[in-house]
């Protein structure tokens, strides 16, 4: 059996974020490789957020949202327009994808890949907790993918 995995071209696992993908630089989405999703996956949800907010903003904060990803997709291109998938609300108040903005030194930014058993009928006002719970007992398979990025 595979195991699903999550990868980028533009930074390996636990390395730096290019600059360009930052929310105060070009603010782009950067490549992602997804590999060995399960054959009864019907859909693939992406939350990308930042657990060292916590001490700056009092939360994690949530970067993208996205569900219903086609399972068969394998790469999201960078700067990806998922027309075939839906976008949530992120921690910045906007729908897509917002990037790295650490405010105060270098942050780790978790790329987190889902298989799912079914697709999700939610709206794009969804944020990632209201992902989190609707993907509840449906996740087939995860995958992450981390990235650390300073101001």
């Known amino acids: 059996m595979a195991t699903l ?43 990308v957020d ?11 904060w949530d970067h993208w949202i996205v569900w219903n990803v086609p ?5 999201i291109p960078e700067d990806w ?15 897509g994808y ?11 930014y978790r790329f987190a890949a889902f298989a799912l058993e079914t697709a999700l009928e939610l709206g794009s006002e969804t944020d990632a907790d209201a992902l989190r719970e609707a993907m509840e007992g449906r996740v087939l398979a995860d995958a992450r993918l981390e990235g650390t990025y300073a101001p």
């Open 5 to 47: 995995t999550l990868s980028s071209p533009a930074f390996d696992d636990g390395e730096r974020i290019p600059d360009r993908y930052g929310y105060d630089e070009e603010n782009v989405n950067p490549p992602l490789e997804i590999e060995g999703v399960p054959e009864a996956a019907e859909s693939l949800a992406l939350i």
């Open 98 to 108: 917002g990037g790295p903005s650490p405010p105060d030194r270098e942050h780790t």
């Open 50 to 60: 930042d657990p060292d907010a916590v001490g700056p903003a009092g939360k994690v």
């Open 71 to 75: 399972p068969e997709i394998g790469t």
């Open 81 to 95: 327009i998922p027309d075939d998938a839906t976008e949530g609300t992120n921690d910045f108040g906007a729908v």
